[in-house]
């Protein structure tokens, strides 16, 4: 059984750019949801899919985005950094209707916003 | 908002002392309560999970009764070893909702000394 898999694990950019982050979720899961995670923090909710679709949204602002595919396999978009969006990204895989709680996380990627 | 409240760490013990984390919720409904662990160089991993109130989540040793009076899901274990040296998340979500929105805590970190 393949667990979560994110890619990268580290990256580095400035001010102003544009980032994508992936994950590919445990084989047999079909919904998908990313955590940000500050230094210090817990993680926090940015948003879930399902079938391809958004499925629930924590607060973050628009500029985070994100898709799923048919794989289920996912990315998370985000647009304008900011040096607060500096953290550890964290993608979960679940399997709908099952375990309601119970995620599985990836290693998660670190970004850092200069 | 629904929120969760841990004892801030590190928390430092010899190995097969007692361990206690505390954590207390304030939540607006009725959600299932949760200890996920990240491990060094690992991704959160859940722990055990209790889904109403007076019910018991135990693995690995670790133990937490849901209490809903108290508002509290302490995480105990009676005799510590060096491999639970982690992060410890509590956590609550609500069934019927985004699956995928898990609340946490800003994380315990223990530390076990041989």
């Known amino acids: 059984e393949t667990g979560v898999t994110q890619s990268p694990t580290h990256l580095i950019k400035t001010r102003g750019q544009q980032v994508t982050l992936r994950c590919s979720s445990q084989?047999?899961?079909?919904?998908v949801s990313w955590y940000q995670q500050a230094l210090g923090q817990g993680p926090q909710f940015i948003f879930q899919?399902?079938?391809?679709?958004?499925?629930g949204r924590g607060n973050f602002p628009p500029r985070f985005s994100g898709l799923q595919f048919p794989n289920y396999s996912s990315e998370l978009n985000v647009n304008a950094l900011e040096l607060d969006d500096s953290a550890l990204y964290l993608c979960?895989?679940?399997?709908?209707?099952?375990?309601?709680?119970?995620?599985?996380f990836g290693e998660g990627s670190r970004l850092t916003v200069l | 908002g629904d929120s969760v409240t841990q004892m801030e760490g590190p928390v430092t013990l010899s190995e097969e002392a007692f361990l206690t984390i505390n954590c207390t919720y304030t939540?607006?409904?009725?959600?299932?309560l949760f200890w996920y662990v990240q491990y060094p160089g690992e991704g959160l991993q859940l722990l055990l999970k209790?889904?109403?109130?007076?019910d018991k989540g135990s693995n690995k040793g670790f133990e937490a009764t849901y209490r809903k009076e108290t508002t509290s899901f302490h995480l105990e274990k009676g005799s510590v070893q060096v491999s639970d040296s982690a992060v410890y998340f509590c956590?609550?979500?609500?069934?019927?909702?985004?699956?995928?929105?898990?609340?946490f805590g800003k994380g315990t970190k223990l530390s076990v000394k041989p």
């Open positions: 899919y399902y079938r391809e679709e958004e499925n």
């Open positions: 939540a607006t409904g009725y959600p299932s």
């Open positions: 084989s047999g899961h079909n919904t």
């Open positions: 209790a889904t109403k109130a007076d």
């Open positions: 979960a895989s679940s399997l709908a209707g099952k375990n309601t709680g119970e995620l599985f």
């Open positions: 956590a609550l979500a609500y069934y019927g909702g985004s699956q995928g929105n898990l609340i």
